[in-house]
């Protein structure tokens, strides 16, 4: 299972576009790199998925390499509603995957006016 | 759909006491999370169950804790007996292997809060 590594903690301010990268050295050809969102007292809940180049939705883009080894999370014009642990995901997410999807450390994203 | 429903959201007990944290997964899911969260120590993976099936439990902390999945529709994580240390935020997980669009989205209920005396 790959293990990842993303940065402790990052400040922002709102409007600021902000990129949170996460480093993968060890991905599996089937792996999926999927981001999620943690508010206080809450579960983590899907943000993004990817699995190659760039991946985009309503609410941030992903941008991964052409050899898989990192990814960036990116938020447009984040506001105060953003802060919150963003943690980055990489497993096997195919029906005959394994199922040993472990959480790294998270970032903790603080955005101030 | 109602989405993973956890229970109990808060529970206070005192060390030697029995706790046991309930799951019900979102229907049609087919494997199941049980996952801790602490300051020290993030967000763990306790066990995970396929099919009902527990497939790996090497993240359970020792023998106090046990879980069990006796049907498709309900899990049990259960400390016998709690400590001072297991206090933490209990998380319950659910998806569907391999589900197309967002593949095998991990989905997680609110989470129980324990608290150990």
């Known amino acids: 299972l790959a293990k990842t590594t993303q940065p402790i903690s990052m400040d922002s301010y709102e409007g600021q576009e902000v990129n949170i990268t996460c480093s993968h050295n060890n991905i599996a050809t089937n792996d999926y790199i999927t981001w999620y969102q943690q508010f206080p007292s809450q579960g983590p809940r899907f943000i993004i998925q990817g699995y190659k180049t760039k991946v985009t939705n309503e609410v941030a883009s992903l941008f991964i390499p052409a050899d898989r080894k990192s990814s960036t999370l990116s938020l447009p014009r984040v506001s105060l509603s953003d802060t919150a642990v963003y943690y980055c995901?990489?497993?096997?997410?195919?029906?005959?995957?394994?199922?040993?999807?472990?959480f790294g450390t998270g970032t903790q994203l603080k955005v101030e006016l | 759909d109602a989405g993973v429903i956890q229970s109990p959201r808060h529970e206070v007990t005192e060390m030697g006491q029995e706790v046991t944290l309930r799951c019900k997964p979102i229907?049609?899911?087919?494997?199941l999370f049980w996952y801790r969260q602490t300051m020290m120590r993030g967000l763990e993976l306790l066990i995970y169950f396929n099919n009902n099936v527990p497939i790996d439990d090497s993240g359970m902390p020792e023998d106090r804790f046990s879980a069990k999945m006796p049907n498709a529709s309900f899990s049990t994580l259960k400390i016998q007996p709690s400590e001072p240390r297991d206090s933490a935020v209990y998380f319950c997980a659910s998806r569907i292997p391999g589900r197309s669009g967002r593949v095998g989205e991990l989905f997680f209920g609110e989470g129980s809060r324990l608290t150990v005396l």
């Open positions: 229907s049609g899911h087919n494997s």
């Open positions: 995901l990489v497993g096997d997410m195919t029906a005959g995957g394994g199922n040993k999807l472990t």
